[in-house]
């Protein structure tokens, strides 16, 4: 009986794996690990936020409305659970999405207010604040692609044959990935320019 139970479990195996399955499992664990590194970089840049904002404060007090406009941003960014499940929630996914890009928004607003102020702009701690910026985007882009490229290689086996019959049996669905409403932008490596004028967001919803 025992190698009985033992050869019907090998061939399920076998089965599961020449069906998909094993694919599904690996791509989604991808997805999981992109997706914390993810988050991992847009926690860093929120980390950012607070000194940056005194810093700038410390120089251009009467900025109020741009400074609120950022510690605005970053509450919301922080309001929202990035919690696995927000990975199956296309709504939630979107929502993520624009808090994040509404953040980066204000960001730009911020830095462009520092052009006006010479002393802040030479002040050490601005300085490096501006290159931990700078960096903490690169990475969020870099992050970001890794993420869209796991979620690609997932969806591609959910909807493939027979794959997709494995996918339906065990719940495996699409997962949405990071969506931007021009092109062109996206295939230029996104850049805080801290002497141009800021500009709108060009990620979907958001970055």
Known sequence: MRAFWGALLLALTINLGGCGYNTLQANDEQIKSSWAEVLNQYQRRADLVPNLVNTVKGYASHEKEVLEQVTTARS????IQATPELLNDPEAFARFQA??????????????????????KADANFRDLQAQLEGTENRITVARNRYIKAVQEYNITVRSF???????????????????ENEQAISTAPKVDFNAPAKPSTSGAAQ
């Open 76 to 79: 919301r960014v922080g309001g």
């Open 99 to 120: 808090a994040q890009g509404q953040l980066n928004g204000a960001l730009s607003r911020l830095l462009v207010v520092s052009e006006q102020y010479p002393n802040l």
């Open 162 to 180: 027979p794959s997709n019959f494995t996918a339906m049996a065990f719940g495996f669905k699409v997962k949405p990935s990071f969506t931007v």
